[in-house]
């Protein structure tokens, strides 16, 4: 299974990630106060403004050595904070 972000507004393509990729994300301290955190696959619709809060927490956050595979954590770090930082908002699916 897999999760897609596609922005709202159509300005950045869709980022597609795993589960256990997402699953991370959503364990960051400080993104419980911006979404329901409960490790589902329930669709999420993010503002514009709360996807600027979430890049800000992943920036701050240094992610594990599992994370992103296949890209690796340092260069998805940096497609997520860059797709959410110019997005307008995005959903998941």
Do not use: Q, Y
Not at 46 to 75: V, Y
């Amino acid at each position: 299974m897999s999760v897609e972000l596609t922005d709202k507004g159509g300005r950045c393509a869709s980022l597609g990630m795993s589960n256990g990729t997402w699953f991370t994300l959503l364990d960051i301290p400080g993104v419980e106060t911006l979404f329901n955190t409960r490790k589902t696959n329930d669709p999420i619709d993010c503002t514009r403004s709360k996807a600027r809060k979430l890049a800000d927490l992943i920036e701050a956050w240094e992610p594990p050595d599992h994370w992103f595979s296949g890209t690796g954590k340092s260069e998805g770090k940096a497609l997520l904070i860059a797709f959410l930082r110019n997005c307008k908002g995005f959903r998941t699916c």
